[in-house]
């Protein structure tokens, strides 16, 4: 799984957060969507990952933690064995 969505910078106030791999919309990204005009709100997978944050770079690096999580579950190594 990548998970990607686009820089901030002269965009709308909602984007799409996408698996690169599937090309599935699995969250968004909402700028100004909570009390404060500033804030940034992510949700990815139905709202099973949140959050509001004020700063782009923790956008990001929220997305990319969430990522990485989801992606060593999908290793080898932490593939459940039959008994």
């Given at each position: 799984?990548?998970?990607?969505?686009?820089?901030?910078?002269?965009?709308?106030?909602?984007?799409?957060?996408?698996?690169?791999?599937?090309?599935?919309?699995?969250?968004?990204?909402?700028?100004?969507?909570?009390?404060?005009?500033?804030?940034?709100?992510?949700?990815?997978?139905?709202g099973k990952y949140?959050?509001?944050?004020?700063?782009?770079?923790?956008?990001?690096?929220?997305?990319?933690?969430?990522?990485?999580?989801?992606?060593?579950?999908?290793?080898?190594?932490?593939?459940?064995?039959?008994?």
């Amino acid at each position: 799984m990548r998970l990607k969505f686009e820089h901030f910078d002269h965009t709308p106030d909602y984007l799409a957060v996408l698996d690169e791999d599937t090309g599935n919309e699995v969250g968004a990204v909402l700028i100004g969507g909570g009390m404060d005009s500033s804030d940034i709100d992510v949700s990815l997978f139905d709202g099973k990952y949140q959050i509001r944050v004020k700063r782009y770079d923790t956008a990001v690096g929220f997305v990319l933690g969430v990522e990485s999580v989801l992606n060593q579950g999908e290793a080898p190594q932490y593939a459940a064995k039959a008994a």
